[in-house]
């Protein structure tokens, strides 16, 4: 089945680490998004990539970093600099323009130790 | 700016009963569009609908219904006949065409339905 597969679903950092979230989709979508969803505040975007070897900003990019280098893969790394990354991350595809519908992972949750 | 209010925090019914999820929205573009997505206790957002700015006609989908109105920037969606499978977290999002931020969808807070037996 086709779909977006995002790992782990749990995971815990520690003071002063990096960590990275993966994501991997077999949609042969060509955009990736990486969505934070705090309680109470909806999802905020972190990072875009509308094609291999792109990506720009979302609103909270400070603390994170994505890669794009293959089109199925857009992991998402949390810096030591994002000082509250305690949250639910979501990855979600589409096909290409922002005004398709974005197909979604079933997120981690990431967690401070 | 543009925006995306659910004024609603959580809203708990009996089942069978219909209600009514409000989405308000903000932006000084023309062209724009809505959508609603649906996450159930699983976590992944489930798409259910989509409406572009120049099509303010009614939908209705099974027991899901949506009410486009411009002139009060409302996109309601009624769930009629509710059932336990209904409670999730659901969100209005809005996306808009051809400006300069183009790939970024603006989510509401969500609303969390609960739907008792």
């Known amino acids: 089945d086709g779909g977006i597969t995002q790992s782990p679903k749990y995971l815990f950092r520690k003071e002063g680490q990096n960590v990275t979230l993966s994501c991997e989709q077999n949609?042969?979508?060509?955009?990736m998004y990486w969505y934070r969803q705090d309680p109470g505040q909806g999802l905020r975007l972190i990072y875009y990539?509308?094609?291999?070897?792109?990506?720009q900003k979302g609103d909270i990019a400070e603390g994170y970093s994505v890669s794009r280098e293959k089109k199925e893969s857009f992991p998402l790394t949390v810096t030591s600099a994002q000082k509250n990354p305690t949250a639910f991350y979501l990855c979600?595809?589409?096909?290409?323009?922002?005004?398709?519908?974005?197909?979604f992972g079933s997120g981690t949750q990431l967690s401070v130790l | 700016a543009q925006k995306v209010t659910q004024a609603q925090t959580e809203i708990s019914v009996v089942e069978k009963e219909d209600v009514t999820l409000d989405c308000v929205y903000e932006?000084?573009?023309?062209?724009?569009?809505l959508f609603w997505y649906k996450q159930p206790p699983s976590g992944e957002l489930v798409f259910l609908i989509r409406?572009?700015?120049?099509?303010?006609q009614n939908e209705i989908s099974g027991r899901y219904s949506w009410n486009f109105q411009k002139s009060t920037s409302s996109f309601n969606f009624t769930i009629t006949a509710s059932q336990v499978v209904d409670s999730a977290v659901y969100f209005c999002?809005?996306?808009?065409?051809?400006?300069?931020?183009?790939?970024?969808?603006?989510f509401g807070q969500g609303t969390t339905l609960q739907v008792k037996p």
């Open positions: 979600a595809s589409s096909k290409g323009q922002l005004i398709e519908k974005l197909f």
């Open positions: 990539s509308q094609i291999v070897n792109d990506f």
């Open positions: 999002a809005l996306s808009e065409a051809g400006s300069s931020n183009t790939g970024k969808l603006i």
């Open positions: 409406r572009n700015s120049f099509d303010e």
């Open positions: 949609l042969n979508h060509d955009a």
């Open positions: 932006t000084r573009d023309t062209t724009y569009y």
